[in-house]
């Protein structure tokens, strides 16, 4: 059973981490392509005088998309992944078997 690992937990486990970043990547870039699609329809509806009605609702787009990706980086789960992503940095070098299932137990969960 996954879920998602929180620097709370006393054991986790490296598969848990693996996918929650995995996740958390395909929102971001799920982000990145909305970001730019909207910049893209702005820009091509400003070469063409006849789609002027439309620049203003698409340039708020774009810079909705721009607010939302920013967002996500710095208050969001942009956060949450650049964690998991130090932790799976540094425990890649401790753990040979990273990919396949290694526990990671906090030092305070073991008994004296």
Known sequence: MSHDPTNRDDIIDSRDVIRRISELEDERDDLVTRRDDA?????????????????KDLKAAALEAERDLASYDEEGDGTELRALQALADQAKGYADDWKHGATLIRDSYFEN
């Open 39 to 55: 910049k893209e329809a702005y820009e091509d509806a400003c070469k063409d005088p006849e789609r002027a009605n439309d620049w």
